[in-house]
């Protein structure tokens, strides 16, 4: 019993520790962007560390290694939880963000990203590419 009173006490200090230096990052404003990984294009390919950095221009991920991908007119088109097989690429607590965004002006020729964030950053994922309206008939 005393075991489970030790892990508990043990969860909630981490769960503390967790949250303090996320409101620390967001009190300081971030430069650093919104830590995620990504696949791009969606379902296919591995996926990659990187920052998706939100700007007037439109969002834009950076990879930790490569070229960043700019997301002009870009739109979340979904949120879910990893699958199991995803789970042990990617954080199994994280959320999954499936992004279509345009190339041009026009938002023509343009693809589409999963990117995974922690739970905590989701607000700001979807602040920087929001989400795109439902069709009503």
Avoid at 59 to 64: E, M, S, Y
């Amino acid at each position: 019993m005393i075991e489970f009173l030790a892990l508990a006490a043990a969860a909630v200090g981490v769960g503390w520790l967790v949250r303090r230096r996320h409101r620390q990052r967001v009190a300081a404003g971030s430069p650093d962007g919104i830590p995620c990984m990504a696949r791009h294009p969606a379902g296919a390919g591995r996926w990659r560390m990187g920052r998706v950095f939100p700007g007037p221009g439109g969002a834009r991920w950076v990879p930790r290694r490569g070229e960043p991908v700019p997301l002009p007119g870009g739109r979340a088109t979904g949120v879910r939880v990893p699958s199991v097989k995803e789970g042990m690429s990617i954080n199994p607590g994280s959320r999954i963000v499936a992004c279509t965004y345009g190339t041009g002006e026009d938002d023509a020729g343009g693809g589409s990203i999963e990117i995974a964030v922690m739970p905590l950053d989701l607000r700001e994922l979807l602040a920087a590419v929001p989400q795109a309206e439902a069709d009503t008939p």
